[in-house]
């Protein structure tokens, strides 16, 4: 299969950041198991020490992944479960366009999204995924439920519709799902989907703030389209003026697909590294939890031509998701408490390991 992510031209780096650069998109195309004979050849010729290690440890993950991919749930239905992909319920009387008002949007807000739109490059791309992917990086160990109370002081300052703590935002999806009969691991999906912002907590290490966190995603290294919210902000990001990615296809070629772009950095893209490997989610969930702050594709139609054959099913899964995300977050405070049993079950369901490297 050919690589998604094609060897960027840099027409204007020094040598060694050159160098640097471009062993880090080799090891991004094999995390993704996307190897292209050509790239592969040349980089047998290029491996000393360090690097072949780096790369036997990917070669590790992937066996790792093909196992996984055994063991994760298919989707069947029960007897009185609503498929995943029926419309939602819960939101039918809801003033949808009180969501999501942006030209609205308090001075916090503003602020996240200029400093979140000029400052994420290609290259810091790199060395957050660089960073993230260390062999030699200490991994937090915890459980599911641990996870979410750490999240309890949590407020998100990109977000112009809650203002409620991530534990809270949590609970209020998962039961959402719940409300409307949507099948469990749907249910556990609304559960975790923002625990990747527990990113926060290892500030300097996996991070830099809540810029690099939270906040709606796209993808780097091609031209910022106009979906993307406080698109002009990206004015001022060095990348909008390189020849390659501030072309509509950047570095990436035709219908490359959704899941080989190289997304901004932050907590989607944390928790489905995380995941993947780690739980008995299905596909669908695992997309759910990867896309689901990709608002300027799946909300505002973007970046269609990057989608590969196939793509729609990706799409409807996380347009599934979606409503059970962002018109939840009206809903009543949910009493922590006497909803931990329930869910405390269907965390054991789906992360029979208990205990999570983060
Ligand atoms: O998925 C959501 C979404 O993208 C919101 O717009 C953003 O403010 C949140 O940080 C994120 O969790
Ligand atoms: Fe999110």
Same mark, same amino acid.
């Given at each position: 299969?050919?690589?998604?992510v094609?060897?960027?031209k840099?027409?204007?780096?020094?040598?060694?950041?050159?160098?640097?650069?471009?062993?880090?998109?080799?090891?991004?195309?094999?995390?993704?198991?996307?190897?292209?004979?050509?790239?592969?050849?040349?980089?047998?010729?290029?491996?000393?020490?360090?690097?072949?290690?780096?790369?036997m440890?990917?070669?590790?993950?992937?066996?790792?992944?093909?196992?996984?991919?055994?063991?994760?749930?298919?989707?069947?239905?029960?007897?009185?479960?609503?498929?995943?992909?029926?419309?939602?319920?819960?939101?039918?009387?809801?003033?949808?366009?009180?969501?999501?008002?942006?030209?609205?949007?308090?001075?916090?807000?503003?602020?996240? *999204?200029?400093?979140?739109?000029?400052?994420?490059?290609?290259?810091?791309?790199?060395?957050?995924?660089?960073?993230?992917?260390?062999?030699?990086?200490?991994?937090?160990?915890?459980?599911i439920?641990?996870?979410?109370?750490?999240?309890?002081?949590?407020?998100?300052?990109?977000?112009?519709?809650?203002?409620?703590?991530?534990?809270?935002?949590?609970?209020?999806?998962?039961?959402?799902?719940?409300?409307?009969?949507?099948?469990?691991?749907?249910?556990?999906?609304?559960?975790?989907?923002?625990?990747g912002?527990?990113?926060?907590?290892?500030?300097?290490q996996?991070?830099?703030?809540?810029?690099?966190?939270?906040?709606?995603?796209?993808?780097?290294?091609?031209?910022?389209?106009?979906?993307?919210?406080?698109?002009?902000?990206?004015?001022s990001?060095?990348?909008?003026?390189?020849?390659?990615?501030?072309?509509?296809?950047?570095?990436?070629?035709?219908?490359?697909?959704?899941?080989?772009?190289?997304?901004?950095?932050?907590?989607?893209?944390?928790?489905?590294?995380v995941?993947?490997?780690?739980?008995?989610?299905?596909?669908?969930?695992?997309?759910?939890?990867?896309?689901?702050?990709?608002?300027?594709?799946?909300?505002?139609d973007?970046?269609?031509?990057?989608?590969?054959?196939?793509?729609?099913?990706?799409?409807?899964?996380?347009?599934?998701?979606?409503?059970?995300?962002?018109?939840?977050?009206?809903?009543?405070?949910?009493?922590?408490?006497?909803?931990?049993?329930? *869910?405390?079950?269907l965390?054991?369901?789906?992360?029979?390991?208990?205990?999570?490297?983060?």
């Amino acid at each position: 299969m050919a690589p998604s992510v094609t060897e960027p031209k840099f027409v204007h780096a020094d040598g060694a950041a050159l160098e640097a650069i471009s062993d880090a998109v080799d090891n991004v195309n094999k995390l993704k198991g996307l190897l292209a004979a050509a790239a592969e050849s040349k980089r047998k010729k290029l491996l000393h020490g360090d690097e072949v290690k780096v790369l036997m440890d990917d070669d590790n993950r992937l066996k790792e992944e093909e196992k996984h991919s055994l063991e994760v749930h298919d989707i069947t239905l029960d007897d009185n479960e609503v498929p995943f992909d029926a419309e939602s319920k819960f939101d039918c009387g809801k003033d949808k366009t009180l969501f999501r008002q942006y030209a609205m949007a308090t001075e916090q807000v503003k602020g996240f *999204y200029k400093e979140q739109h000029e400052k994420h490059t290609v290259a810091y791309n790199l060395a957050a995924r660089k960073r993230f992917s260390d062999p030699s990086r200490v991994r937090m160990e915890m459980g599911i439920w641990e996870a979410m109370e750490k999240l309890n002081t949590l407020i998100d300052e990109s977000d112009p519709d809650t203002t409620l703590t991530q534990i809270q935002h949590l609970l209020q999806s998962a039961e959402a799902i719940r409300r409307d009969g949507k099948p469990r691991w749907m249910q556990v999906t609304g559960l975790v989907h923002d625990l990747g912002k527990l990113m926060l907590f290892f500030e300097g290490q996996l991070c830099s703030s809540q810029w690099d966190v939270v906040g709606d995603t796209f993808p780097v290294g091609c031209a910022w389209q106009e979906t993307n919210i406080f698109h002009e902000y990206f004015a001022s990001n060095p990348d909008t003026n390189d020849k390659v990615y501030s072309t509509r296809q950047g570095m990436y070629k035709p219908k490359c697909g959704i899941n080989n772009l190289m997304m901004s950095w932050g907590h989607d893209e944390f928790l489905y590294l995380v995941l993947k490997d780690q739980s008995r989610l299905p596909k669908e969930a695992l997309a759910m939890i990867r896309f689901h702050s990709f608002y300027p594709w799946h909300f505002g139609d973007g970046y269609k031509e990057l989608m590969a054959d196939g793509d729609e099913e990706l799409l409807r899964a996380v347009r599934a998701f979606n409503p059970y995300d962002l018109y939840s977050k009206r809903d009543g405070v949910p009493d922590v408490e006497e909803l931990k049993p329930y *869910y405390m079950d269907l965390i054991d369901e789906f992360f029979p390991q208990k205990i999570l490297k983060w």
